[in-house]
């Protein structure tokens, strides 16, 4: 059994920074992504980290501005969100996924999630 526990969230000013952390207990053999969901909008993909953290993908609209990383000895994986705009508010969930070699980025293959945490950028 795995669970998840994000936290990290809050309000920010646009162009401001935030880190948003997920612990996870439980097995660490799964690659972890970030997904966030803004209200009357479907889930979408944020990032993702291989098993190792030697891999990463990222969503076109994060690139350059938001960095994933994971402590596989702390059980712990973040994300860096740096220069927030308002279109970065949503709620952030942290997710597992069993899969062994691709990094996916739809939210209906990953096998674990957090509870979310609520990311809200003031313009």
């Known amino acids: 059994q795995v669970q998840l526990v994000e936290s990290g969230g809050g309000l920010v000013q646009a162009g401001g920074s935030l880190r948003l952390s997920c612990v996870v207990s439980g097995p660490t053999r799964y690659a972890m992504g970030w997904f966030r969901q803004a209200p009357g909008k479907e889930r979408e993909f944020v990032a993702a980290?291989?098993?190792?953290?030697?891999?990463?993908n990222y969503a076109d609209s994060v690139k350059g501005r938001f960095t994933i990383s994971r402590d596989n000895a702390k059980n712990t994986q973040v994300l860096q969100m740096n220069s927030l705009k308002a279109e970065d508010t949503a709620v952030y969930y942290c997710a597992a996924d069993a899969e062994p070699v691709f990094l996916r980025d739809q939210w209906r293959e990953y096998d674990y999630w957090g509870q979310g945490t609520q990311v809200t950028v003031s313009s």
């Open positions: 980290i291989s098993r190792s953290g030697g891999r990463t």
